[in-house]
């Protein structure tokens, strides 16, 4: 009798578990993996399953998030694919982490004043191939690899929306300093927007407001003024200083389009693309008209270094000695400049109310444009560099 008990215990069909995965839609995981975004996330969601490696590449909206950037004398990255920026996986809790210095010491070569990222932490040399995940070796021994936003996207066949995000800004600029762009890129710069300030306070909630600023003059805000650059501003070094924003702001954005040449090529797909940084510094934005103008006409490259050349150019620039924003936020030396190549019509450099100069940023820096954008304008000219 007990041999019997035994026999028909060992002999039970156990049904298989159901994976309810299975039952989900191909359409629904793409939803799902798009939502992720995040190239990282989708790599270790390639691992899972046969059947999420196969989906994974049929994302059409990615987010890269950089880590680290690297010098092309820097022995490790030529398994960068020689982009100049790379993706770091590390095991430990020693994240790689990156420091930008770009400074700017001249004004007639300020290109040859810009230094690249340099990690901290030192590289594998000699990394392999660009694929989306790393091995388990990698992150058992703390080692750092390094992929270049190229070699991870290679493996994504559909993709439309591509952001890049960079570590930080590439403009060193002192503690309270403004700073901010935005340019748009065909085959070569097509307008970009600076937004600065020598200092960013915020108002004592105790203080009594300024009083309202006058939206049909420009007027009021506490400047007493008719929207005249003061003579001050050009003997103290205000304008020299202006200058060299918008100088730097340009090879930033010119360096960044020439670093985006192999991923656009490759891509065919692409019909947004956005590369910016963790600090909210700059932004460069494609769409697909412009995208598309890079792959017929190929851009033209800087002599004196890896970025596109920058166009001659038309300039036109507001500013106010002191701006009191309604949220609080006071701007001292507030400084907007808009920027378009010279070969488009003056007339075109703000179009109507300037409304694509003030859309470049976001509040309360949007309302801060709004405000200078009723001052007086003055118009400057660039040559291409």
């Known amino acids: 009798m007990t041999s019997s008990i035994k026999l028909d215990l060992t002999t039970r069909i156990v049904p298989e578990p159901i994976d309810h995965f299975d039952d989900l839609p191909d359409s629904l995981l793409l939803l799902i993996f ?125 993709i439309k929306l ?36 020598a200092s960013v306070g915020h108002r004592n909630p105790k203080d009594e407001p300024l009083p309202a600023f006058n939206e049909s003059n420009g007027t009021g805000n506490g400047e007493g003024d008719n929207g005249s650059i003061p003579e001050s501003f050009y003997t103290n070094g205000g304008l020299k200083l202006r200058v060299v924003w918008t100088i730097s702001s340009l090879i930033a954005a010119s360096a960044r389009h020439y670093l985006l040449q192999p991923i656009i090529a490759e891509h065919k797909t692409l019909s947004n ?25 190929p851009l033209s490259a800087s002599s004196a270094s890896k970025r596109t050349l920058v166009p001659a150019l038309n300039m036109r620039l507001w500013y106010a000695p002191h701006l009191d924003l309604p949220d609080g936020t006071i701007l001292k030396g507030a400084t907007l400049v808009a920027i378009r190549p010279s070969e488009h019509p003056k007339k075109d450099v703000v179009c109507g109310d300037g409304n694509w100069v003030a859309s470049a940023f976001e509040e309360p820096y949007l309302t801060a444009a709004k405000m200078l954008l009723k001052r007086r304008t003055y118009c400057l000219e660039m040559n291409s560099f």
Not at 126 to 153: A, K, R
Not at 164 to 191: H, M, Q
Not at 276 to 296: H, P, S, W
Request: charge should be negative.
């Open 34 to 158: 798009n939502r992720i975004g995040d190239v990282k996330a989708l790599g270790r969601c390639c691992i899972v399953s046969r059947r999420f490696h196969l989906l994974v590449p049929q994302v059409d909206n990615a987010v890269v998030r950089v880590d680290c950037v690297i010098s092309d004398d820097d022995p490790s990255s030529s398994s960068s694919g020689g982009s100049g920026f790379s993706l770091s996986n590390s095991g430990g809790s020693d994240k790689s982490r990156s420091i930008l210095r770009y400074i700017v010491n001249s004004l007639i070569k300020p290109f040859q004043s810009f230094s690249q990222f340099i990690s901290n932490l030192p590289h594998k040399r000699g990394g392999g191939g660009g694929g989306l995940v790393l091995d388990d070796e990698d992150f058992d021994q703390g080692s750092v690899t390094h992929h270049s936003p190229t070699q991870v996207l290679k493996n994504f066949n559909e």
């Open 273 to 297: 693309l956005v590369l910016t940084d963790a600090d909210g510094q700059g932004v460069l934005c494609m769409n697909k008209e412009q995208l598309e103008e890079l792959r017929v006409k």
């Open 162 to 197: 591509l952001r890049i995000e960079l570590p930080s800004g590439e403009l060193g600029i002192d503690a309270g300093v403004l700073l901010k762009w935005r340019a748009e890129f065909g085959s070569t710069l097509d307008n970009c927007v600076i937004l600065g300030a």
